[in-house]
């Protein structure tokens, strides 16, 4: 079954009130692209003023908190989050798990909370290149799976998973595309295994230097629904053609 494409922009600690013409332009263009759901994550303190300055268009966090309020210096709720006019958010990001040290079970947590609170999801997840190595990418992606897959169950429309190899990362490499049809179809199956038929409607994006010379090859491999875009989805000129090859299969 060929899902709905999902290309998602993470702008990471990109992005001041100089780039919302840059968010207005992406936005503008990707609406040549009817068949394909866009959305750019940017920084929390841009969501308001990119939400502006993109009416219609989906804008998301690229963290939350789990907790709905209360003393948590510094974080952001999900509550705030759709208050300020996002529709989405990343969890998991393997910059945030090595960074933040955040685990499994605190990814489960802000998925289980975001998706309560009404917004959708994208669930990172992702080897390290000695996990590669050892020939234990798979077992590793879908334990994190198990460990981090939010509790209540959900549609394709408001959860997705992005497969981002953590070696694959801003760093110009991407797996073959045997390895990612071989993790996706994994995922799929504990996709459908954890929820049923409604399994087999979550998006699965992948993730990882993502260009628009290589999108194509990488939205015709199966179980890719999608990407989650870093480094080129700052400019709508590196980003639209990753959306026009997204529409394109
Ligand atoms: P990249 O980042 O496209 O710059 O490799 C992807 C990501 O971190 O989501």
Known sequence: M???KLVAGNWKMHG???DLAEIA???DASRRYLGVDVALCVPAILIERAARAAPGFAIGGQDVHHAERGAHTGCTSSQMLLDAGARLTIVGHSERRDAQRESDSDVKAKSTAALSCGLA???CVGERLEVREQGAAVPTVLAQLDGALPERSAS???LAIAYEPVWAIGTGKIPTTAEIAEMHAAIRA???????DGGAGIRILYGGSVKGSNAAEIFAVDNVDGALVGGASLKASDFIPIVEAAAGV
């Open 156 to 158: 394709g429309a408001e």
């Open 25 to 27: 332009a992406i936005a």
């Open 190 to 196: 504990k996709l459908v295994e954890r929820y049923g």
């Open 2 to 4: 060929a899902l709905r």
């Open 16 to 18: 001041v009130s100089a």
């Open 121 to 123: 999801v994208i669930l």
